[in-house]
């Protein structure tokens, strides 16, 4: 018997704003906490939300000491390397062990892994396609072995791709995807029209991805390909 985990969830970014109210010049929707929220539920994880702190280092450096007392801190935004992005440096400056940082896959390049004593730490970027596709790829099966999966590993499956799809980098690449039962069995995918890492509308529209590995350019239309589904 495991007990679920304890997350901790942070959202970080003075333009963020609660769902409902008017936008100002400038801000934007807070969607990360309320996606990942729903993604640590079908994980079985036990989610401690932590609200949304501005770029502030003194009260961001307030609330993730709050939050490494659980066994996994999230952290949404702050990460990359902007101005604002503090993340990184107050994380180190509380003792939090670097495992890595960037990592070669698209959307979610600046995702970083930390580790304390008794946890772990992921900072997730601020656009909502890297946040989730972060999540799946990293934290998803983390939250599995620590329920007690001892071989989670991500969930990926097999379909049939619809559509021809192109990739211009080397870096894997998820592509926001709709994927529905095959008519022979199995799974067919359809990449959304539109991709790119803050495309809301592209997640509202699909149920997981399809991934193009790096040394792929191009895989053509009716070939098998790797999914990963999140709904």
């Avoid at 939050?67 to 101005?83: F, K, Q, R």
């Avoid at 730490?121 to 934290?139: A, D, E, H, K, T």
């Amino acid at each position: 018997v495991y007990r679920a985990p304890s997350i901790s969830l942070l959202a970080t970014g003075s333009e963020l704003v609660s769902a409902g109210l008017l936008l100002k010049p400038g801000q934007i929707y807070d969607s990360n906490r309320l996606v990942l929220q729903r993604l640590i539920g079908l994980s079985g994880g036990a989610c401690h939300d932590l609200g949304v702190v501005k770029d502030d280092p003194n009260e961001i450096k307030q609330r993730i000491q709050q939050g490494l007392n659980s066994d996994l801190l999230m952290i949404s935004g702050g990460v990359s390397v902007g101005a604002h992005d503090y993340v990184k440096t107050i994380l180190k400056d509380l003792g939090v062990e670097t495992v890595f940082w960037k990592v070669q896959m698209k959307p979610g390049k600046p995702i970083f892994c930390g580790r304390t004593p008794t946890g772990w730490v992921f900072g997730l970027p601020g656009n909502p396609i890297s946040c989730v596709v972060g999540y799946l790829v990293f934290i998803e099966p983390l939250i599995r072995r620590l329920i007690g999966e001892a071989n989670a590993k991500v969930n990926y499956q097999k379909a049939v791709l619809m559509e021809t799809v192109h990739k211009k980098d080397d870096r894997t690449f998820y592509m926001t995807a709709q994927i529905t039962p095959g008519e022979a069995g199995g799974l067919q995918a359809t990449a959304t029209r539109k991709q790119g890492s803050a495309m809301m509308q592209a997640l509202s529209e699909s149920n997981g991805f399809v991934v193009v590995p790096e040394a792929c350019k191009e895989i053509k239309g009716g070939e098998t390909v790797d999914v990963l589904q999140y709904q």
